[in-house]
Every structure is written in structure tokens, then in C-alpha cells.
């Protein structure tokens, strides 16, 4: 089955700067992938999707992931971040059906 | 549109007792889904239904059971309730069928404790 890992478990980053949070997966075949954000008491919420073609995938919120198959890596940037963005960042798989893994998440903490 | 809705939003239980989660949906998805959420472990799906009617296991269904009860709303009952079972538990839901490539729409979750 497909895994996904999200090797940080907690960001800081001041208000402006910029994101990366990172995010690589475990499949045989190119999977369809997913960030989706959390908000602190809140269901969550789509970012952004890769299923084929261009690589650099636009989201919500001014959010870019790119897909690098050589790497098994789909990583999440902003080029400035802002203080709403304050969230918990979870990256994930679908391979087929309804299976569908997620990371463990990232807490990303803005600083003022 | 209130999207996914889910009832209730915290719940405590003691050891055996039993509950059921109630969530509903106003989109007309075909797809409805349970997950637990738990600490350093993201999402894990419990069970998924693909229409009215029809319902599957999951990654980590073992203590629970779900009813489609109509196209609306997907109910997840807890039997006998374990501290193990302590967790949130989020539904969602999908316009189509298949979880791995359709974007699902959360609700915002029960913080269910097991005492």
C-alpha cells in the first residue's frame, strides 16, 4: 500500500518569509496527491492537487506544490506567508478505490 | 449550504457504552466517509460508502459500524466503547466515487474521549 511521510513535525516562520513544508510519498505507479489544510477546530480544507501533466500545481491561498517523481517528493510552498496561514498542513496519496493515506501533518506556526 | 455537517461536536463515554455519530451531508455527494484522526498519525479511514445502500471497511475498522441511512447522511455507531477509541472523528464527503482522486469536503469533526 501507498505511505506518505511528512518529515517535519512543527515549522516557525516569520510573517513574509517564505514555505516549504515538505512531503514524500511511498507507491509504485505516479499516485493521485493532495494537500489539504486544517485550521485549529476545523474539518479539513483542499489546497491543492496533482493527478498528471504539468508538475507545478496552483492552489488556493497562493499555495504551490511541486510533483518530482525522481525524488517521490510533492512539496508544499508559499513564496510569503501570512499570519491566517497559520494551520496544521497534511499531505496525501490515493492510489485507488477509496484508499487513501495521509501524513502525519505539519504545525506550521507563524511569527509576527 | 451548511456542506458537512456533523452531530455531535465533543462526547465523553465511559468503557462499554455505546454511541452513535451522526454526519450529513447537503451536496448531493455520492461518496461519504469516516476517519479518526489521532496525534502524529494523520487521518486514517474507518469505513467509506459509495452510494446509498452500500458501505465498505476501511484501514481501521474494527470496533465500529456505519449505516447509509439515504444519500444525506452516513451515521458511525460505536458499539462498545474502548479508551482506544479515543480520538476525533471527522466525516467527509465526495461527488464522486473513489476517495483516491476526488477532492472531499470535510465537517468539522467530533472530540469523542473514552474513559
Known amino acids: 500500500a501507498q505511505s506518505v511521510t511528512q518529515p517535519d513535525i512543527h515549522i516557525t516562520v516569520s510573517e513574509g518569509a517564505s514555505l516549504e513544508l515538505r512531503c514524500n510519498y511511498s507507491?509504485?505507479?505516479?499516485?493521485?496527491l493532495f494537500w489539504y489544510v486544517q485550521s485549529p477546530g476545523q474539518g479539513l480544507q483542499l489546497l491543492l492537487k496533482?493527478?498528471?501533466?504539468?508538475?507545478l500545481v496552483q492552489g488556493i491561498k497562493g499555495f504551490e506544490a511541486e510533483f518530482k517523481r525522481s525524488q517521490s517528493s510533492f512539496n508544499l510552498r508559499k513564496p510569503s506567508v501570512h499570519w491566517s496561514d497559520a494551520a496544521e498542513y497534511f499531505c496525501?496519496?490515493?492510489?485507488?478505490?477509496?484508499?487513501?493515506?495521509f501524513g502525519a501533518g505539519t504545525r506550521l506556526t507563524v511569527k509576527p | 449550504n451548511a456542506g458537512v455537517t456533523q452531530t455531535p461536536k465533543f462526547q465523553v463515554l465511559k468503557t462499554g457504552q455505546s454511541m452513535t455519530l451522526q454526519c450529513a451531508q447537503d451536496?448531493?455527494?455520492?461518496?461519504m466517509y469516516w476517519y479518526r484522526q489521532d496525534p502524529g498519525m494523520g487521518l486514517r479511514l474507518i469505513y467509506y460508502?459509495?452510494?446509498?445502500?452500500?458501505?465498505d471497511k476501511g484501514e481501521v475498522p474494527n470496533g465500529y459500524n456505519v449505516s447509509r441511512l439515504n444519500k444525506r447522511e452516513f451515521s458511525l455507531r460505536l458499539e462498545s466503547a474502548a479508551p482506544s477509541q479515543t480520538s476525533v472523528y471527522f466525516c467527509?464527503?465526495?461527488?464522486?466515487?473513489?476517495?483516491?482522486?476526488?477532492?472531499?469536503?470535510f465537517g468539522p469533526g467530533t472530540r469523542l474521549t473514552v474513559l
Open positions: 496525501a496519496v490515493g492510489a485507488s478505490g477509496n484508499d487513501m493515506r
Open positions: 451536496m448531493n455527494h455520492n461518496s
Open positions: 467527509a464527503s465526495s461527488e464522486g466515487v473513489g476517495a483516491y482522486y476526488n477532492e472531499q469536503f
Open positions: 496533482y493527478f498528471s501533466g504539468d508538475t
Open positions: 507507491y509504485g505507479a505516479t499516485p493521485y
Open positions: 460508502s459509495a452510494s446509498e445502500g452500500t458501505t
